[in-house]
């Protein structure tokens, strides 16, 4: 957009080039003041829930025996998910969960996404806020799915290691916490947002790097190459959100499962 209007001579080149630093991730409030207040990022979060929810309304609201369009891309999609995570990690057990998860992946993708689509070009998976509530979500619901699966017995096949002498389960049972019912949801949200981060400030260092390239009469023909590099990076940006949204969603159903099926 800065090349663009630079040649169009509505742009001065800057002066030194200025890598982007946090700033591209500050988003002001559009509505209200304060901490409350509707922002970008809550807006384009609203946004992709409201997706989500017409793509499927408008494919299935007059399903069709032979899916054409939207509803066949819709229904490869939920068929992904039952066969290739609720029934390949949780067995005919989760088949009651692919709603949710099915859910899941589309949100997270439609968000992660969100990083390269033209005048929006921000990820709202790269503010924390937004990985950690569903990382909550998912430690809320395998909690809960544990307990009911196995009431109170579910803590203690979670924590004690069968056939482990007992002298080494003051070493174990503290590790197994830790991993389980702490660490889960810090991995679970780290994972999605650094990703997303990463990928935003990369595109943005690209975008402003050829733009400023192209506006310098001197390294106007590097701009070119950099150009093709940014294209096959936003690719690749796409990639990554598909991935992304996968593997929050698979790893939701491990710990799941593990929770309704123990091991122990």
Not at 158 to 183: C, K, N
């Amino acid at each position: 957009m800065l090349a663009l209007l630079g040649v169009l001579g509505f742009a001065k080149p800057p002066e030194g080039f200025q890598a982007p630093g946090t700033e591209i991730f500050q988003t002001p409030c559009l509505i209200g003041s304060g901490d409350n207040c509707l922002n970008r990022v809550s807006g384009l979060m609203s946004l992709a829930g409201s997706i989500v929810i017409v793509l499927f309304v408008v494919a299935f609201r007059r399903p069709k025996i032979v899916p054409s369009g939207l509803q066949n891309l819709l229904e490869a999609v939920v068929e992904f998910v039952r066969n290739g995570i609720a029934l390949e990690v949780m067995g005919p057990a989760g088949l009651p969960w692919v709603p949710l998860l099915t859910a899941m992946f589309f949100f997270i993708f439609v968000n992660n996404i969100f990083g390269i689509l033209p005048f929006v070009n921000f990820p709202t998976t790269s503010r924390m806020a937004i990985p950690l509530m569903l990382a909550l979500l998912t430690y809320v619901l395998f909690i809960v799915a544990g307990v009911r699966a196995q009431g109170l017995r579910y803590f203690k096949s979670a924590l004690i290691l069968p056939g482990v002498p007992f002298a080494l389960h003051f070493l174990l049972v503290p590790i197994e916490f830790v991993s389980t019912f702490l660490v889960r949801p810090l991995t679970l949200s780290v994972r999605l947002a650094a990703n997303m981060i990463a990928g935003h400030l990369i595109l943005t260092l690209f975008f402003l790097g050829t733009a400023y390239l192209a506006l310098q009469p001197k390294t106007l023909v590097l701009a070119v190459p950099t150009f093709a590099l940014t294209i096959f990076l936003v690719a690749f940006e796409v990639l990554v959100a598909i991935l992304q949204a996968y593997i929050f969603t698979i790893l939701t159903a491990v710990y799941i499962g593990g929770a309704i099926h123990p091991e122990h």
